[in-house]
């Protein structure tokens, strides 16, 4: 089980990343390379399930 007092910072980091892997992977995705966009993507909605596991 995590720490309390950490839980707010480390879900707040998480949330940025997966923003960040989600807008990363549409970019490469428009970039051309496709397969590295759509991974991005897909370990962008794995880590949403992590945070709502973590979240409740």
């Not at 949330?15 to 370990?43: E, N, P």
Request: glycine content about 10%; overall charge positive.
């Amino acid at each position: 089980m995590m720490d309390p007092q950490l839980n707010p910072l480390l879900l707040s980091i998480a949330v940025v990343a997966m923003f960040a892997l989600v807008w990363g992977g549409v970019r490469t995705w428009r970039g051309g390379d496709r397969q590295k966009g759509v991974l991005m993507v897909i370990c962008a909605l794995v880590l949403l399930g992590n945070l709502l596991i973590w979240s409740l």
